[in-house]
C-alpha cells in the first residue's frame, strides 16, 4: 500500500507546478499555509478520480461520508492518502 501512498503524493507534487516542497504526511493541502486553493484542490480530485480508475476503484470525494470530513480529508497529504487508500481497500475485497 506504500506505492499507493507514493502515488498520491506525486500527484500533489506534479500539481505544484515546479515549486520544490517536498511533501510530507504532514503537510497542509487546505486553510492557511496550505499547498492549493479551491481550484487546485478540485483538480487535485479529478487526477485522484483518473489515478483510482487506473487502479480499478472508483475514488468518491463527493459522498456524503467524504464530505462531512472534508477539513480532515483534504487536511494533509497523509490523511487524504489514507482514505484513498481506505477506499481502494474497502472496494477491492
Known amino acids: ?29 487546505i486553510g492557511g499555509g496550505g499547498l492549493f486553493d479551491s481550484m487546485k484542490l478540485l483538480e487535485l480530485c479529478f487526477k485522484l478520480e483518473d489515478k483510482a480508475e487506473e487502479l480499478g476503484f472508483e475514488f468518491d470525494w463527493t459522498s456524503d461520508v467524504a464530505m462531512s470530513q472534508s477539513k480532515g480529508l483534504f487536511n494533509t497529504a497523509g490523511s487524504l492518502a489514507n482514505e484513498f487508500i481506505r477506499q481502494q481497500s474497502a472496494q477491492l475485497q
Open 1 to 29: 500500500m506504500s506505492n499507493i501512498k507514493e502515488d498520491v503524493f506525486l500527484i500533489i507534487y506534479e500539481l505544484l507546478e515546479g515549486r520544490s516542497i517536498t511533501i510530507t504526511e504532514e503537510i497542509s493541502l
